[in-house]
């Protein structure tokens, strides 16, 4: 899996890559992301990328800019365009297909 | 329970779920004071059978009526949308926003950029609405429509639970909820989610038969209520929904002693001397040419001579036409016209089709508060819809003015047999019923008129000659014993009493007097 590299990928290699996961509290859902997730950058990306956890229980009114209806959602918003991924993150391949992540070693 | 219900006065006298009226014209009739409260009831129906535009009139009257901010959760439409598709109703959506009283959220669900991966749940749907529920201490919701959600999530059993615990958290939450949800072949919704909202189910429904569509309302369940289970026509008007119950609403009426008078006295006299009562239903009928219509005018001005409003509702002339025909018997309607004391609506019926009618007429009756109503004539109608439609329909139309305490004449062409049908139906509904035939005698053809009905009086149970002279319409005096004198034999007998210096002598009718 850690060959994977998509097309778009050189466009995309100069920017930093800026995640935000959004949780509810800490459920085990929104723990088990946030796991899978740092375990996924670590394994696939360069030290440039940035993740933010943002909690809609405490920030409820930001659920409406991402347009967020499922806990967790994973949101990439450096760079743009890209799918949302909802889920636990425990599908690591299909995480990495949605966000479209570059291999450590390419 | 936190509010303490008084006992409902039902027959029953079980009433004790809490309800909140929903402030939607007949609804709260139908089932028995409003929607279960602090519940969730489940809306479905196809495409464009009116359940957003239900969901938000819930809203707006929660606001406008009964002091209830409210959240609606609309995944389709966005917020413009919304406001700007109901603005044509009299909701004004934005200022309640702005007040503080409404909140609109739109959920923007776009499949193709959402990746799975492992589990999730809703919560994020859920803290949204928690949000704007708390933003405007929300006492009702409306979430339209869940089928997106499943459109959305191909994991659809993750969506039934997550929908599962979105009724339960609802109902923690003390709301009173409308979730719509679409039709689906074979069940009631698609995804079968009736089955989760257990206390109360509404279908909606919009069926075309003879090219006339006609939307229906249906309670199909109400938990721990007795509910109307009949499919209700419903309308939506120039002021929303109008649910039409046929028999809850025309028999709650007052009844007044009051009486009208039909602007020709020999004819007052005939209905037991003083003229029709207020608020009762008059149905003219008789076949062509025998001065239907112009009962009708004189009925109208006679009311715009006691300063009352008039509505005419006309099938098959025009506003000049009728004005015109009526200066030749001498009634001068422009008058009335310009001091505003007279209205006239022109339209075929098959303009628009006979809900599309009926709602008109009301939005029409409702603005203009009329004391008195023509529909000239109501046979017209038959060509806008089968006839047991029709009949339907005019009860629904007597029952709204009933209600109202609007006096309601309708004239009626008898020709063929499909009318006689529907004349007997809507015979039922009628107060006071006028014939006026053409009589062949002598080599004349004289207008003849009679009362075949008139509840609640002393009438006349004479047939009378009917005149229509320059002068006005009269009803001529009886004359001779046993056999009714018209035309030339009249003139005759009359002019044989004068010479007696005799004078007329006018019967005034009741059954007991001959």
């Given at each position: 899996?850690?060959?994977?590299?998509?097309?778009?990928?050189?466009?995309?290699?100069?920017?930093?890559?800026?995640?935000?996961?959004?949780?509810?509290?800490?459920?085990?859902?929104?723990?088990?992301?946030l796991?899978?997730?740092?375990?996924?950058?670590?394994?696939?990306?360069?030290s440039?990328?940035?993740?933010?956890?943002?909690?809609?229980?405490?920030?409820?009114?930001?659920?409406?800019?991402?347009?967020?209806i499922?806990?967790?959602?994973?949101?990439?918003?450096?760079?743009?365009?890209?799918?949302?991924i909802?889920?636990?993150?425990?599908?690591?391949?299909?995480v990495?297909?949605?966000?479209?992540?570059?291999?450590?070693?390419? | 329970?936190?509010?303490?219900?008084?006992?409902?006065?039902?027959?029953?006298?079980?009433?004790?779920?809490?309800?909140?009226?929903?402030?939607?014209?007949?609804?709260?009739?139908?089932?028995?004071?409003?929607?279960?409260?602090?519940?969730?009831?489940?809306?479905?129906?196809?495409?464009?059978?009116?359940?957003?535009?239900?969901?938000?009139?819930?809203?707006?009257?929660?606001?406008?009526?009964?002091?209830?901010?409210?959240?609606?959760?609309?995944?389709?439409?966005?917020?413009e949308?919304?406001?700007?598709n109901?603005?044509?109703?009299?909701?004004?959506?934005?200022?309640?926003?702005?007040?503080?009283?409404?909140?609109?959220?739109?959920?923007?669900?776009?499949?193709?950029?959402?990746?799975?991966?492992?589990?999730?749940?809703?919560?994020?749907?859920?803290?949204?609405?928690?949000?704007?529920?708390?933003?405007?201490?929300?006492?009702?919701?409306?979430?339209d429509?869940?089928?997106?959600?499943?459109?959305?999530?191909?994991?659809?059993?993750?969506?039934?639970?997550?929908?599962?615990?979105?009724?339960?958290?609802?109902?923690?939450?003390?709301?009173?909820?409308?979730?719509?949800?679409?039709?689906?072949?074979?069940?009631?919704?698609?995804?079968?989610?009736?089955?989760?909202?257990?206390?109360?189910?509404?279908?909606?429904?919009?069926?075309?038969?003879?090219?006339?569509?006609?939307?229906?309302?249906?309670?199909?369940?109400?938990?721990?209520?007795?509910?109307?289970?009949?499919?209700?026509?419903f309308?939506?008007?120039?002021?929303?929904?109008?649910?039409?119950?046929?028999?809850?609403?025309?028999?709650?009426?007052?009844?007044?002693?009051?009486?009208?008078?039909?602007?020709?006295?020999?004819?007052?006299?005939?209905?037991?001397?003083?003229?029709?009562?207020?608020?009762?239903?008059?149905?003219?009928?008789?076949?062509?040419?025998?001065?239907?219509?112009?009962?009708?005018?004189?009925?109208?001005d006679?009311?715009?001579?006691?300063?009352?409003?008039?509505?005419?509702?006309?099938?098959?002339?025009?506003?000049?036409?009728?004005?015109?025909?009526?200066?030749?018997?001498?009634?001068?309607?422009?008058?009335?016209?310009?001091?505003?004391?007279?209205?006239?609506?022109?339209?075929r019926?098959?303009?628009?089709?006979?809900?599309?009618?009926?709602?008109?007429?009301?939005?029409?009756?409702?603005?203009?508060?009329?004391?008195?109503?023509?529909l000239?004539?109501?046979?017209?109608?038959?060509?806008?819809?089968?006839?047991?439609?029709?009949s339907?329909?005019?009860?629904?139309?007597?029952?709204?003015?009933?209600v109202?305490?609007?006096?309601?004449?309708?004239?009626?062409?008898?020709?063929?047999?499909?009318?006689?049908?529907?004349?007997?139906?809507?015979?039922?509904?009628?107060?006071?019923?006028?014939?006026?035939?053409?009589?062949?005698?002598?080599?004349?053809?004289?207008?003849?008129?009679?009362?075949?009905?008139?509840?609640?009086?002393?009438?006349s149970?004479?047939?009378?000659?009917?005149?229509?002279?320059?002068?006005?319409?009269?009803?001529?005096?009886?004359?001779?014993?046993?056999?009714?004198?018209?035309?030339?034999?009249?003139?005759?007998?009359?002019?044989?009493?004068?010479?007696?210096?005799?004078?007329?002598?006018?019967?005034?009718?009741?059954r007991?007097?001959?």
């Amino acid at each position: 899996m850690s060959a994977l590299r998509p097309p778009a990928a050189e466009d995309t290699k100069a920017e930093a890559c800026h995640l935000r996961l959004y949780v509810a509290g800490e459920s085990p859902k929104s723990l088990r992301a946030l796991a899978n997730l740092k375990r996924l950058c670590d394994e696939h990306l360069d030290s440039d990328y940035e993740i933010d956890v943002v909690d809609l229980l405490e920030h409820p009114r930001l659920a409406a800019g991402d347009e967020i209806i499922a806990i967790p959602t994973l949101v990439r918003r450096l760079p743009k365009p890209m799918p949302k991924i909802i889920g636990d993150l425990s599908d690591p391949e299909r995480v990495i297909v949605g966000l479209q992540l570059l291999s450590k070693d390419g | 329970m936190a509010t303490h219900t008084v006992q409902d006065p039902s027959p029953e006298g079980l009433e004790l779920l809490a309800k909140a009226a929903t402030g939607i014209q007949g609804l709260d009739q139908v089932t028995g004071g409003g929607l279960p409260r602090g519940r969730s009831t489940l809306v479905c129906g196809p495409a464009g059978c009116g359940k957003t535009l239900l969901g938000i009139e819930f809203l707006v009257r929660g606001i406008k009526d009964y002091g209830e901010p409210g959240v609606f959760v609309a995944f389709e439409e966005t917020r413009e949308d919304l406001i700007a598709n109901v603005a044509s109703l009299g909701f004004d959506l934005s200022r309640h926003e702005a007040d503080g009283e409404l909140a609109l959220e739109h959920v923007g669900i776009d499949s193709s950029k959402v990746v799975h991966s492992g589990e999730w749940d809703l919560e994020g749907l859920f803290i949204r609405l928690g949000a704007a529920i708390d933003a405007v201490d929300a006492k009702r919701v409306v979430i339209d429509t869940i089928e997106n959600l499943f459109a959305a999530f191909p994991d659809g059993a993750t969506v039934r639970s997550e929908l599962r615990r979105m009724f339960r958290w609802l109902k923690d939450r003390g709301v009173t909820a409308i979730i719509t949800g679409e039709r689906g072949s074979g069940a009631f919704t698609r995804h079968g989610i009736e089955e989760y909202v257990s206390d109360c189910v509404i279908v909606l429904d919009h069926r075309v038969s003879e090219e006339t569509s006609t939307r229906r309302l249906r309670v199909l369940k109400y938990r721990g209520s007795h509910h109307g289970t009949n499919e209700y026509p419903f309308l939506i008007g120039k002021s929303g929904v109008t649910v039409v119950p046929i028999t809850s609403l025309g028999l709650e009426h007052d009844a007044s002693g009051e009486r009208l008078s039909m602007g020709v006295d020999r004819l007052d006299e005939m209905l037991g001397g003083r003229g029709v009562l207020r608020g009762s239903s008059i149905l003219v009928s008789g076949t062509a040419g025998t001065g239907k219509s112009t009962v009708a005018a004189q009925f109208c001005d006679a009311a715009c001579r006691r300063g009352e409003r008039a509505l005419y509702f006309a099938f098959e002339e025009s506003e000049a036409q009728i004005v015109r025909n009526m200066a030749s018997v001498s009634m001068e309607l422009q008058q009335w016209v310009d001091r505003g004391l007279l209205r006239f609506k022109c339209a075929r019926p098959s303009l628009l089709g006979l809900e599309a009618h009926l709602s008109s007429m009301q939005d029409l009756v409702t603005e203009y508060e009329p004391s008195i109503v023509v529909l000239d004539p109501i046979s017209d109608l038959l060509t806008a819809g089968a006839s047991r439609d029709v009949s339907a329909m005019l009860t629904r139309q007597v029952d709204f003015l009933k209600v109202r305490g609007v006096t309601a004449l309708f004239t009626s062409l008898d020709q063929d047999l499909q009318l006689e049908e529907a004349n007997q139906q809507i015979a039922a509904l009628i107060d006071v019923w006028l014939l006026v035939t053409s009589q062949e005698h002598n080599g004349e053809r004289n207008r003849a008129l009679s009362v075949l009905k008139a509840r609640g009086m002393a009438h006349s149970n004479q047939v009378r000659e009917f005149l229509l002279t320059s002068q006005g319409i009269d009803v001529a005096g009886i004359h001779g014993v046993g056999k009714v004198l018209t035309g030339s034999a009249r003139v005759a007998q009359e002019a044989s009493r004068r010479s007696d210096a005799d004078e007329d002598v006018v019967a005034v009718g009741t059954r007991s007097s001959l």
